[in-house]
């Protein structure tokens, strides 16, 4: 049976898939209060839409996991460390594919884990990144040298692919 045509791979990618998603992904604000973890009334349970609980704004894996929802994969509300540590719903890959989880930070900080504070975005294509940060303040598409040019996002960590198909009808 073939997916609903709202669920597939955004094709073409880059801008044009941000602006084939459906509104509420492409005009979502930043917060960094509005994390995974963060409790109600910042952010309270997504149940079954996959948009549920960004009208408030989202930080970088908030949306990435909702985008990841829309598209009938499963993340549990992880934080960067927690996401990049993870085997049970993700696993690293060398290579992403469209729909992967791409992981972006400034370098090994001691007495903190690999992947603590990292940026999470969505790789949709060679070259391009769907995400959301606080520079920008709505979700934007960059390049992998877009993201090399600060400092903050320097070194690309890796890519985790969700192993979890949604359950949501």
């Known amino acids: 049976m073939a997916s609903p045509s709202y669920r597939q791979i955004p094709v073409p990618c880059g801008e044009e898939a941000l602006a084939r998603l459906p509104e509420v992904f492409r005009n979502v604000s930043y917060s960094v209060a509005r994390h ?9 349970s997504p149940g079954g839409d996959p948009a549920a ?14 985008v990841l929802r829309h598209f009938g994969l ?11 540590a993870d085997e049970l719903a993700t696993v ?13 930070d400034g370098g090994p900080v001691e007495g903190r884990p690999v992947g603590y504070g990292a940026h999470v975005g969505v790789h ?7 995400h959301l940060c606080k ?29 979890v198909a949604g359950t949501e009808g």
């Open 36 to 44: 995974p973890g963060a409790g109600a009334p910042e952010c309270p």
């Open 53 to 66: 609980g960004l009208a408030g704004g989202a930080n970088c894996q908030r949306y990435a996991y909702a």
């Open 74 to 84: 499963v993340v549990p509300p992880l934080r960067s460390a927690e996401l990049w």
């Open 92 to 104: 690293r890959v060398e290579r992403p594919r469209p729909l992967d989880l791409v992981l972006f």
């Open 124 to 130: 949709l294509a060679p070259d391009q990144v769907l």
């Open 135 to 163: 520079e920008v303040g709505r979700p934007a598409v960059w390049t992998y040298g877009d993201f090399a040019a600060r400092p903050r996002y320097a070194r690309f960590l890796g890519a985790k692919r969700a192993v």
